[in-house]
């Protein structure tokens, strides 16, 4: 798996910290850990609760990450789809999946 380069790091939390602001307003803010070739993406709620959602894989491109849900019953990451039928896509594309699961909103997969 190949590392992921800072610029992509800073890059990704930018970008679900904006997703966060224009489609998931219940969230305060989107905290994403790194480790290896994961990222780590937890909601942080209006109240200072931590809500794990999901983790992502690179895989070598910045704007293609593979997609794991997280699973409070297995306290573990499940590999999922998203959506689109397909085990990867954008970090976005993870957030929507996973907070319109978390959240109860599935007109995010729509």
């Not at 609760?49 to 997280?70: E, H, K, M, P, S």
Request: glycine share 8%; proline share 6%.
């Amino acid at each position: 798996m190949p590392a992921i380069p800072d610029s992509t790091k800073n890059s990704v939390t930018v970008r679900l910290a904006t997703r966060a602001r224009e489609r998931w307003p219940q969230i305060d803010r989107v905290h994403v850990r790194f480790k290896g070739g994961f990222g780590y993406i937890d909601a942080v709620m209006p109240d200072g609760d931590t809500l794990r959602l999901c983790r992502v894989r690179y895989v070598g491109y910045a704007n293609t990450w593979g997609f794991a849900i997280y699973r409070a019953s297995h306290d573990d990451y499940q590999d999922s789809y998203l959506p689109t039928g397909t085990p990867s896509g954008t970090v976005e594309d993870a957030l929507d999946t996973a907070c319109g699961l978390y959240l109860n909103d599935p007109t995010a997969w729509t």
